[in-house]
């Protein structure tokens, strides 16, 4: 068999310039930002891309215009699986969580290390404290917003563990403070995702359609039917739930009144 390839020059002769284009993707294969070079500057560029890496790039597309060009000048025999970082197995190690555990550690009591002083109004001192949030009154619509990106004096992260949330009767009747006995049963109408990192990403959305109770998929400008099992995923970001019994269980202002600030 012939193995000789040929040298860059002697591909190039005979292509359209350019010969292909580069697109800077996400990882479902959308396009972003244009790349464009020609492949002559591309050879001549050799190595800049490795050497100078663009940070807000992480998945990249080739656009061959033909496939007569492609044959000349790329070889998929001569592919290797890129190298992997050690941190980019340290989010596929993490175990799935429920949407219960969020709520219960939302809710959990907090101390105030010596970072975060509390202002005593009494003393007129900082002092270290005990934080807690508690839910005296629920809306009718329940926007659950859960915190994918995490954020310390040194380091920077979107958060891809995946927390699986019922699709009906979220109970958070033994969550809130004064409800009297009345049950806070939500079921879940929509869902907002983020794909993507902290410098940038792309949103869709899951819906149910009142009419016939069956899920789509929002992406763009397209909708198409959505399956339930694709619902539940590390992408998921905001969850929309609705009160059962809206006229009887709702707040009157509609939100959810907390001791200690609205932070859903």
């Known amino acids: ?15 359209p310039d350019p010969a292909f284009s580069l697109y800077a ?4 294969g959308r396009l972003s930002t244009v790349l464009e070079e020609s492949v ?10 490795s050497d100078k890496p663009n940070a807000k790039v992480e998945y990249v597309a080739v656009d061959w215009p033909s496939d007569e060009g ?17 941190s980019a197995r340290i989010v596929d190690d993490q175990d799935d969580v429920n949407l219960q555990q ?9 101390p105030l290390g010596p970072e975060d002083m509390w202002f005593c109004p009494r003393c007129k001192e900082d002092q270290q404290a005990l934080k807690k949030l508690e839910l005296w009154r629920m809306p009718q619509v329940l926007v659950v917003h859960l915190k994918r990106f995490s954020y310390s004096r040194v380091w920077r992260d979107k ?8 699709f009906e009767d979220l109970d958070l009747s033994t969550y809130v403070k004064n409800s009297d006995g009345r049950k806070m049963v939500y079921d879940l109408f929509a869902v907002s995702n983020h794909y993507g990192g902290l410098g940038g990403g792309h949103y869709t959305a899951f819906a149910k359609q009142q009419d016939d ?14 399956d339930e099992g694709s619902i539940v995923s590390s992408a998921s970001y905001v969850l929309f739930y609705e009160l059962k019994e809206a006229s009887t269980a709702a707040g009157a202002d509609g939100d959810i009144a907390m001791s200690n600030g609205d932070l859903w």
């Not at 993707?25 to 479902?28: C, I, L, P, S, V």
């Not at 899920?215 to 198409?224: A, E, K, N, P, Q």
């Open 1 to 15: 068999m012939d193995t000789h390839h040929a040298a860059p020059e002697e591909a190039l002769a005979g292509l």
């Open 25 to 28: 993707t996400n990882k479902e």
């Open 40 to 49: 002559a500057s591309l050879f001549s560029m050799y190595g800049a891309y």
């Open 70 to 86: 492609m044959a000349q000048v790329y070889d998929p025999r001569r592919m290797h699986t890129p190298d992997e970082h050690a």
């Open 102 to 110: 969020c709520i219960e550690g939302f809710l959990r009591e907090e």
């Open 159 to 166: 958060l891809d563990t995946k927390v699986d949330f019922p």
């Open 213 to 226: 109770g069956r899920w789509y998929l929002f992406d763009d400008s397209h909708v198409t039917k959505a």
